[in-house]
């Protein structure tokens, strides 16, 4: 068993850990009541989104500087990531807020700056194809990610910024002791979750293109 392999399945048995200690063992959170167990999927995995954004930034700009094409593949390894998490952000807030507010949706400043996250990053690799040319792919994309990553901060000082139905940050020093535990737990789970999947994207994307550029003797396959 390789160390990736093993990376996926200690994800696994910490994400099923966190699931059942949040579902099953800890008590009910006395103000929101059951509702409150999403918090143990929800606050990490919107933490994964912004990870994961936050890395196409940072390998966008190592491409800039290097224009080797693997910062390019990671990168948008790590773009599909991110737009997958922030689906799954929004449909789990959605959830939340139906049992909490009543309602599915609220043009709320982190819901909706969240909701744009979508659009930009779907457009990211919507540009990528756009142009068969490997470097010239490279270049645009490392350009919106750059300028993408600008909303990331924003949908977390959004809460601050403007008054908002949601609810401060969570983490687990705002939590009680047991609870915010279990919170770690599910941090340290979907980033490792994150990072699995992240790794195994990037080798499928490097194969591709070393199909696409015909074998690794293409003087361009060096900087993969």
Do not use: C
């Not at 930034?57 to 500087?65: K, P, W």
């Not at 990528?128 to 990331?152: K, Y």
């Amino acid at each position: 068993m390789n160390k990736l392999t093993t990376l996926g399945w200690l994800a696994l048995a910490l994400i099923v850990a966190g699931s059942l200690l949040g579902l099953f063992v800890l008590p009910a959170d006395a103000m929101q009541g059951e509702v409150q167990r999403l918090l143990y999927v929800h606050v990490p995995m919107a933490w994964v989104m912004m990870l994961a954004f936050f890395i196409v930034f940072l390998m966008s700009i190592l491409y800039l500087v290097q224009r080797k094409l693997k910062w390019d593949l990671l990168a948008v390894s790590a773009a599909e990531l991110g737009v997958l998490g922030a689906v799954l952000t929004l449909i789990l807030g959605s959830l939340w807020g139906r049992l909490t507010w009543g309602i599915w949706w609220a043009w709320d400043p982190r819901i909706t700056t969240t909701a744009l996250l979508v659009p930009i990053y779907t457009g990211y690799l919507v540009v990528r194809s756009m142009t068969e040319d490997p470097d010239q792919r490279a270049r645009w994309s490392a350009v919106i990610g750059l300028i993408g990553f600008v909303q990331v901060p924003v949908v977390y000082l959004s809460v601050f910024w403007w008054r908002s139905l949601h609810q401060p940050p969570s983490s687990p020093r705002s939590m009680a002791s047991a609870f915010g535990l279990v919170m770690l737990l599910g941090f340290v789970a979907y980033t490792i979750a994150f990072t699995y999947l992240w790794l195994r994207r990037y080798r499928v994307a490097a194969t591709e293109l070393e199909l696409e550029l015909s074998g690794p003797e293409d003087e361009r396959f060096n900087g993969v």
